[in-house]
């Protein structure tokens, strides 16, 4: 059976006439007035189309392209990721330019123990809160345009050293305000699948500290850069390493570690001369509460390497105590102020050992040639050799 529309009538075919129609009145769903003295058969159908028997995470797979060929970046050209956009922000369900109110949607569906019934409200009250709608949507839209002026990090588009927000509260509420959360590297990596091809992801690297010898660091990953960072500095919180602290402002000792192809020689420094390391080991350090150190990398650069390599060096290095109790000896240091006299820094908590250490014994120490060369005077300029123009 066939059905025209038109102006809010429909015209229906009737058994038993050849060409002549008969009016049919216009109903809501249910209700309907046949004007007609034939028998006529009227059927209802609700219209239904994709859009509306899909759900809506099935519509934004579509238009995403999240599975299928769509999703294979890796071949032809590179596009921008679309993003999902929540549709009902700036929507209030039942509000309309009308100012109808339906019980159940925008008003209570039973006041005063009687079912409401669906009533408008004035105009005044409809302007105001049409204008309001407004002025929300508005103020959403600016705040999208607005891009956040982030503090500069170790170089002008480079995101380390960047800080970042504290890390979500707790299970328990307990926040950390007083932690200091800094980016170490942020890269893009990618996953070769069969389903999806080249799948590409946000890999971030995220270093904490209080400034007092707690610190941690952790790695995160995800789809977009500030999911990435945001699991990456609530896993950092979650994996703190307390670093002992020499007067609060550098080492016990000097330090040479080595992870992987990585190799970092620490030394201690007095008070006053600074931190002379690399970009990512000063960021650290700050993070830790160290202010007077030296430290030279060697070998591969990888920022990973280096974070692993430092905190490693760091947490194994032992204190004036640990010494003292394992030698079973006293611990000197000598100092400028005190001249040749030492000065006790350590004792050993149990009984104390009468023979000294034995002065054959040769330390297991290595010794660098570029430390060697500069002790004998034999280090040159790299400028020496240089052919400079003249003018």
Request: charged share 30%; with cysteine; net charge positive.
């Amino acid at each position: 059976m066939q059905c025209f529309f038109l102006s809010g009538f429909a015209s229906v075919p009737v058994k038993g006439s050849c060409g002549s129609y008969c009016s049919l009145a216009w109903a809501f769903q249910a209700r309907c007035s046949i004007s007609a003295p034939w028998t006529v058969t009227v059927e209802q159908r609700r219209q239904s189309s994709f859009f509306n028997t899909l759900t809506a995470d099935e519509l934004w797979k579509g238009a995403l392209a999240e599975t299928g060929v769509g999703v294979k970046k890796g071949r032809g050209k590179r596009r921008k990721k679309k993003l999902r956009k929540n549709l009902n922000r700036g929507q209030e369900i039942g509000e309309g330019r009308s100012g109808f109110l339906w019980p159940g949607l925008n008003a209570p569906l039973i006041q005063s123990g009687r079912v409401q019934a669906v009533t408008q409200r004035k105009k005044e009250e409809r302007e105001r809160i049409q204008s309001e709608i407004v002025q929300r949507r508005d103020t959403w839209e600016k705040k999208r345009k607005i891009k956040i002026k982030r503090e500069g990090g170790w170089s002008g588009k480079c995101w380390g050293g960047v800080i970042l927000d504290p890390p979500d509260p707790g299970p328990n509420g307990e926040t950390y305000e007083d932690f200091e959360t800094r980016v170490i590297e942020v890269k893009n990596v990618f996953c070769m699948n069969a389903k999806e091809g080249r799948k590409k992801s946000i890999r971030a690297l995220v270093a904490i500290g209080n400034g007092k010898g707690a610190a941690g660091f952790a790695m995160g990953k995800a789809g977009d850069r500030m999911n990435a960072l945001r699991k990456a500095k609530n896993k950092a919180i979650r994996c703190l390493h307390l670093i002992e602290l020499y007067q609060k402002h550098t080492v016990y000792h000097d330090i040479t570690v080595k992870f992987k192809r990585t190799t970092i020689r620490m030394k201690k420094q007095n008070k006053g001369y600074g931190l002379h390391c690399h970009r990512a080991i000063i960021t650290i350090c700050k993070l830790i509460g160290i202010k007077d150190m030296y430290a030279k990398v060697s070998g591969s650069k990888n920022l990973i390497n280096i974070t692993r390599a430092l905190f490693k060096g760091l947490t194994q290095q032992e204190t004036h105590q640990q010494l003292a109790n394992e030698k079973g000896l006293y611990v000197v240091e000598f100092r400028e102020e005190q001249g040749p006299l030492p000065i006790v820094v350590a004792l050993p908590e149990g009984t104390v050992r009468e023979d000294p250490e034995p002065e054959d014994e040769v330390p297991d120490t290595k010794l660098e040639w570029s430390d060697v060369k500069e002790a004998q005077g034999m280090k040159k300029s790299p400028w020496a050799n240089v052919r400079r123009a003249v003018w």
